[in-house]
């Protein structure tokens, strides 16, 4: 039964890809997913200079059958002979128990500018190839329910077992000083199409991102122990519309969060409340954040499970024109 409920969900998807438009996956941790959040933050994590491996797992209503995985691995780092920072990016995503999946690698390319001692900027591009697949054989229909033995029949429905690859576009920009931050970034930029049956409408549509940041020194001293960090992302794709708000706080190698989402327009709530735990230690971090849902939603997907990792090294010759970007990343 849990399997057949899988299946008519994915297929109910696929027969309305024609009116609903797909959407992009999303982290709680906009703030630990630099490079998927803007390709302007490539190269802006490690001391020096240095390079920067983030790992990210995300859960999404698991109390759900055929839940909603998304993992995402990527390395940055900055290079002063070609001005700015470089970053790879791969990303999956799986719904249904792995009846549909989707892969994607990115590649991107962020130049530096310093119009000031104190302020930076950032303009990043980023290009993208990607595949979509439905594994079919776990698909069950009608026509192929035998009264008394089950799914043992042949179906007669037309499929496409061969995956949808596409290449996609993004840019971003990003300013920032010692202690503040803003970027904007365009994902999608050419509205990939990932039908896998020639339905022109079935694309990708364009994300925008907001998002902002400042560190708020609390002990006084020029390196604090402890910070405040309130932080804000805003986001809109098609009908969907969203705001991330909260703040994480640091002392020492801990920090806590708190934030708050809320969708707008169309499909407008208020979705959930997410709570982080994590540690910092020299060049190594972690963290585990939950979302607990607050909309009507909450009786059959009360939560929502997230994790990040990261790994920094300092170069080995600092860069003097390197200037890190410290807000988002605790």
Known sequence: MKNIKTALFLLLGICLAGEVQ??????TQFYAAPI??????????ACGGGGRVVLNYRNQWPSLPGTFITTSASYDQHFDKIGGGVSLLLLQDQAGEGLLKSQTVSAGYAFQLQPTRRSTIRFGLEGQYGQRSIDWQKLRFEDQ????????NPTAEAYNGDPVKYVNFAAGGLFYTERFYGGLAVHNLIEPNQSFFGNPEAIVPRRFTAHSGIVIPLDGRKNPESTLSPNVLFMLQNKFTQMNIGFYYNKGPLVTGLWFRQTFGTFGNSDALMALVGFRKDKF???YSLDLTVSDARAAAPASHEISAGIEWCAKKPSRKYRKLSCPDF
């Open 22 to 27: 797909a959407q992009d996956p999303e982290f």
């Open 36 to 45: 998927y959040t803007n390709p302007a933050m490539a190269g802006t994590g």
């Open 285 to 287: 971090k972690f963290g």
């Open 145 to 152: 329910i035998d009264p008394s033995q089950g799914f043992v």
